[in-house]
């Protein structure tokens, strides 16, 4: 029977035992989606991608039924039930007539559009106390969800490997294309190290049979927020897509909540899994799942620019969205499972604070900046401009020792939290380092300092700027550089290996790649 047929006579109101008022049909590459009013019916392209396979009557009803029975896990109340599409002797097509049966389809309720979690999102309506729900719903899901046997391999290190392994192959191709060469080979890098140290982890996770037949597509727009918490159009095709880590499943959905924005309920969504799964390990592999499925986003974005026909305007939207998704796989792989401490030291205008915020932000590391620190202590808005004299006023020495000691004790807070921290600051005196020497050995803690130079010509360009900036906290500028030059104690008291110099005005971005690596793969 011709597609084309059915799909002719699905669209008819007519065609339904409920009568709709209209019939909206939508495609996928794998369904067609008939919405009727209260009713949605999908059915199954005649397709082969080698990952499914819908070419036979017969797997298109096996496939139905899988959905159905796999979707019922977490929305019962939707998947109805799978009716046959019949075929009379007259040729015309039925749901509830007499005939040979041509074609099956899954019945669905519809769900409520404005009730979807993405919608919410984006209506600010998602709070906590949603994403709490949302949590709960996986976390008991996963608890029952079925284990052991066939399910278990999928969450070998040998799986794993393989499927990094074909990751990196598949995305060769793709270098300074849709993703950076240095963002390659340091994902590349960070997966090999990480499996390298984590295979007795690994194996745990099998033992303790946290390898599950999951969702597999647990994004935003399969989750809906209604009287209950309704998730829906797992994968029915192909096991190998539903088996794996709960932590995995976890990690793609607050993956997800990053790439689009929202990574504070990203961050409630783990707090209340947590909670609910009482799963300790779960925390180490998130980052590693996240860089995982971020880097496969990317790399099936990429795999559409290898379509000649695709026009131009559209080759660059998918080069912007593939980077996205890789760069954000970078930041995955770069950011810090333990607690740092690093600092900023160099004169006004050396880019130390446009450092600081870009390493913070790839290695997950919360910035303690000493320009708003020192104002919040005097109460003073951070904007605020104070033109003192070098030495005088807000900056006399005394302000400044207790706004350092004030960044070191914020500092210890984080650390013990168990959260790595940059101080943002000048730290142009060895007694105000020895202060964060001191407190990185007391808590054993990694220690690293960034330097920031820059030629005079380009500092002066700087600080011209900065004066027209009313929302910059720094009251750093030109007339009071040479002074502080000359207050300047050059770093000697520090190892070579924790010390990097910058210098801002000359790559420093390559500079930044380099520090960023140093400092993370010395952590794994």
Same mark, same amino acid.
């Given at each position: 029977?011709?597609?084309?047929?059915?799909?002719?006579?699905?669209?008819?109101?007519?065609?339904?035992?409920?009568?709709?008022?209209?019939?909206?049909?939508?495609?996928?590459?794998?369904?067609?989606?008939?919405?009727?009013?209260?009713?949605?019916?999908?059915?199954?392209?005649?397709?082969?991608?080698?990952?499914?396979?819908?070419?036979?009557?017969?797997?298109?009803?096996?496939?139905? %039924?899988?959905?159905?029975?796999?979707?019922?896990?977490?929305?019962? =109340?939707?998947?109805?039930?799978?009716?046959?599409?019949?075929?009379?002797?007259?040729?015309?097509?039925?749901?509830?007539?007499?005939?040979?049966?041509?074609?099956?389809?899954?019945?669905?309720?519809?769900?409520?559009?404005?009730?979807?979690?993405?919608?919410?999102?984006?209506?600010?309506?998602?709070? %906590?106390?949603?994403?709490?729900?949302?949590?709960?719903?996986?976390?008991?899901?996963?608890?029952?969800?079925?284990?052991?046997?066939?399910?278990?391999?999928?969450?070998?290190?040998?799986?794993?490997?393989?499927?990094?392994?074909?990751?990196?192959?598949?995305?060769?191709?793709?270098?300074?294309?849709?993703?950076?060469?240095?963002?390659?080979?340091?994902?590349?890098?960070?997966?090999?190290?990480?499996?390298?140290?984590?295979?007795?982890?690994?194996?745990?996770?099998?033992?303790?049979?946290?390898?599950?037949?999951?969702?597999?597509?647990?994004?935003? %727009?399969?989750?809906?927020?209604?009287?209950?918490?309704?998730?829906?159009?797992?994968?029915?095709?192909?096991?190998?897509?539903?088996?794996?880590?709960?932590?995995?499943?976890?990690?793609?959905?607050?993956?997800?909540?990053?790439?689009?924005?929202?990574?504070?309920?990203?961050?409630?969504?783990?707090?209340?899994?947590?909670?609910? =799964?009482?799963?300790?390990?779960?925390?180490?592999?998130?980052?590693?799942?996240?860089?995982?499925?971020?880097?496969?986003?990317?790399?099936?974005? =990429?795999?559409?620019?290898?379509?000649?026909?695709?026009?131009?305007?559209?080759?660059?939207?998918?080069?912007?969205?593939?980077?996205?998704?890789?760069?954000?796989?970078?930041?995955?792989?770069?950011?810090?499972?333990?607690?740092?401490?690093?600092?900023?030291?160099?004169?006004?205008?050396?880019?130390?604070?446009?450092?600081?915020?870009?390493?913070?932000?790839?290695?997950?590391?919360?910035?303690?900046?000493?320009?708003?620190?020192?104002?919040?202590?005097?109460?003073?808005?951070?904007?605020?401009?104070?033109?003192?004299?070098?030495?005088?006023?807000?900056?006399?020495?005394?302000?400044?020792?207790?706004?350092?000691?004030?960044?070191?004790?914020?500092?210890?807070?984080? #650390?013990?939290?168990?959260?790595?921290?940059?101080?943002?600051?000048?730290?142009?005196?060895?007694?105000?380092?020895?202060?964060?020497?001191?407190?990185?050995?007391?808590?054993?803690?990694?220690?690293?300092?960034?330097?920031? =130079?820059?030629?005079?010509?380009?500092?002066?360009?700087?600080?011209?700027?900065?004066?027209?900036?009313?929302?910059?906290?720094?009251?750093?500028?030109?007339?009071?550089?040479?002074?502080?030059?000359?207050?300047?104690?050059?770093?000697?008291?520090?190892?070579?290996?924790?010390?990097?110099?910058?210098?801002?005005?000359?790559?420093?971005?390559?500079?930044?790649?380099? #520090? #960023?690596?140093?400092?993370?793969?010395? %952590?794994?």
């Amino acid at each position: 029977m011709n597609h084309s047929s059915i799909v002719e006579s699905m669209t008819r109101t007519d065609f339904y035992p409920h009568k709709p008022q209209s019939v909206q049909l939508v495609q996928t590459h794998i369904s067609y989606v008939f919405i009727t009013g209260n009713y949605v019916y999908k059915v199954k392209k005649p397709v082969n991608f080698g990952f499914l396979d819908f070419t036979t009557l017969e797997k298109r009803k096996f496939y139905c %039924e899988e959905e159905l029975r796999l979707n019922r896990r977490l929305a019962p =109340s939707i998947y109805l039930d799978v009716v046959p599409v019949l075929q009379d002797n007259s040729g015309n097509l039925s749901l509830d007539g007499t005939g040979q049966v041509i074609e099956y389809a899954v019945r669905m309720k519809m769900l409520p559009l404005d009730k979807m979690l993405k919608i919410l999102l984006a209506q600010n309506q998602a709070d %906590e106390k949603i994403m709490n729900a949302v949590a709960e719903k996986v976390a008991r899901f996963h608890e029952t969800a079925e284990t052991g046997g066939k399910i278990d391999p999928m969450g070998s290190i040998q799986t794993i490997r393989h499927n990094t392994d074909e990751n990196f192959a598949q995305t060769e191709k793709y270098i300074d294309v849709t993703i950076p060469a240095y963002q390659f080979h340091f994902i590349r890098e960070y997966v090999k190290k990480f499996l390298d140290s984590s295979k007795d982890l690994l194996e745990k996770r099998i033992a303790q049979h946290k390898i599950r037949d999951c969702h597999g597509d647990l994004h935003l %727009e399969h989750i809906c927020v209604a009287d209950d918490i309704i998730i829906f159009d797992c994968i029915e095709f192909n096991e190998r897509f539903r088996y794996g880590d709960v932590a995995a499943e976890v990690a793609f959905l607050t993956m997800d909540l990053d790439y689009n924005g929202y990574p504070r309920q990203a961050e409630d969504f783990v707090h209340a899994y947590l909670r609910y =799964s009482e799963d300790a390990d779960l925390k180490a592999l998130l980052n590693f799942y996240r860089c995982y499925y971020a880097y496969v986003r990317g790399k099936v974005i =990429s795999f559409r620019l290898d379509q000649k026909e695709i026009p131009e305007n559209e080759r660059a939207e998918i080069k912007k969205t593939a980077s996205k998704y890789f760069d954000q796989a970078y930041t995955y792989a770069a950011r810090l499972e333990k607690p740092a401490l690093i600092l900023t030291a160099g004169l006004i205008g050396s880019g130390k604070s446009y450092q600081a915020q870009r390493i913070a932000a790839r290695l997950g590391a919360d910035v303690i900046r000493t320009d708003i620190l020192r104002k919040e202590m005097l109460r003073i808005q951070p904007s605020e401009k104070h033109h003192e004299s070098f030495g005088q006023g807000i900056y006399a020495p005394d302000v400044s020792q207790k706004t350092y000691e004030k960044a070191i004790e914020l500092a210890a807070e984080k #650390i013990q939290q168990g959260r790595p921290v940059v101080i943002d600051a000048s730290f142009k005196n060895r007694s105000d380092r020895s202060l964060a020497v001191n407190l990185s050995e007391r808590l054993r803690v990694p220690f690293y300092i960034i330097e920031c =130079s820059c030629p005079d010509d380009v500092v002066k360009i700087r600080l011209e700027k900065r004066k027209l900036d009313k929302d910059n906290p720094s009251d750093g500028r030109w007339e009071i550089l040479q002074e502080q030059k000359n207050q300047y104690e050059e770093i000697k008291e520090i190892p070579d290996n924790c010390c990097f110099k910058v210098d801002t005005a000359d790559q420093p971005e390559i500079l930044r790649q380099n #520090i #960023i690596r140093k400092i993370k793969m010395a %952590e794994l």
